[in-house]
């Protein structure tokens, strides 16, 4: 399973991720991105099975994405 992980706060992104990778099994993969231009440019390119997007970005890009 691919995963995605949106968080323009880069602590908690990297706990979201950390906690999500603990969790899975080895052979699934966890993304973590800060700008909601990564996460397009990123799943544009790879098949993503599940995202984790925040929505209570400064920008409202969340919401968007």
Do not use: P
């Not at 800060?34 to 995202?51: F, G, Q, R």
Request: with cysteine; hydrophobic share 30%.
């Amino acid at each position: 399973m691919k995963i995605v992980v949106y968080d323009d706060e880069k602590n908690i992104l990297k706990d979201t991720c950390d906690l999500l990778t603990k969790n899975l099994r080895s052979d699934d993969t966890v993304e973590g991105f800060t700008t909601v231009d990564e996460v397009k440019n990123y799943v544009n390119e790879y098949l993503t099975d599940t995202a984790f997007i925040c929505f209570h970005d400064g920008k409202g890009q969340g919401l968007e994405l």
